[in-house]
T-cell receptor, first 113, second 112 residues
Framework: EPEVTQTPSHQVTQMGQEVILRCVPI?????FYWYRQILGQKVEFLVS????????KSEIFDDQFSVERPDGSNFTLKIRSTKLEDSAMYFC???????????FGSGTQLSVL | DQQVKQNSPSLSVQEGRISILNCDYT??????FLWYKKYPAEGPTFLIS?????DKNEDGRFTVFLNKSAKHLSLHIVPSQPGDSAVYFC???????????FGEGTQLTVNP
């Protein structure tokens, strides 16, 4: 079965540093998402992306966050200046058509020290 | 965000028996409900879903029941197998393109 690929699997960074989390969605998919799960908490929606623009974002997704699909295959999440509370597992997800199921990647565990 | 709630953090059942995982929601505008399964070090994997216009959907050993008046859904797994041991998330969405709102998850352990 096709997979959503996320790199790296673990990222450790210092508070205030910029991080970029990378995702390769399934190749013919059109809808892209980032979710995150802070340890012991729910999986939370961050942002959805379609047709090269953000279609929906949550209150978590403030000015420190941005997403990009730079080359037609990668989908990235950038956190400009990381905070301790950004430590979480970040999941990328994609789907082909709007009514199809969502495929998730294995996640990037971000640790902000 | 308490719109989707799974009140049982864990459930333990014997192999071959039925597993029943429960989920409650508060937003009557949700139109679609999904169950995802998650193994350690993996992302959530879609399991089964149900539209708000139905009350039951079945796929092999998995059946989801929706009680709209009670704002409650449940996932039945029968017979349960040790490989079903995972965290199960209930999720809901408002419209076809919108975000998923997840519950807290229930850790299911199926004992051989």
């Amino acid at each position: 079965e096709p997979e959503v690929t996320q790199t790296p699997s673990h990222q450790v960074t210092q508070m205030g540093q910029e991080v970029i989390l990378r995702c390769v969605p399934i190749s013919n998919h059109l809808y892209f998402y980032w979710y995150r799960q802070i340890l012991g908490q729910k999986v939370e929606f961050l942002v959805s992306f379609y047709n090269n623009e953000i279609s929906e974002k949550s209150e978590i997704f403030d000015d420190q966050f941005s997403v990009e699909r730079p080359d037609g295959s990668n989908f990235t999440l950038k956190i400009r200046s990381t905070k301790l509370e950004d430590s979480a597992m970040y999941f990328c997800a994609s789907k082909g058509q709007i009514n199809e199921k969502l495929f998730f990647g294995s996640g990037t565990q971000l640790s902000v020290l | 965000d308490q719109q989707v709630k799974q009140n049982s953090p864990s459930l333990s059942v014997q192999e071959g028996r039925i597993s029943i995982l429960n989920c409650d929601y508060t937003n009557s505008m949700f139109d679609y409900f999904l169950w995802y399964k998650k193994y350690p070090a993996e992302g959530p994997t879609f399991l089964i879903s149900i539209s708000s216009i139905k009350d039951k959907n079945e796929d092999g050993r998995f059946t989801v029941f929706l009680n709209k008046s009670a704002k409650h859904l449940s996932l039945h797994i029968v017979p349960s197998q040790p490989g079903d041991s995972a965290v199960y998330f209930c999720a809901a969405r408002l419209t076809s393109g919108s975000r998923l709102t997840f519950g807290e998850g229930t850790q299911l352990t199926v004992n051989p």
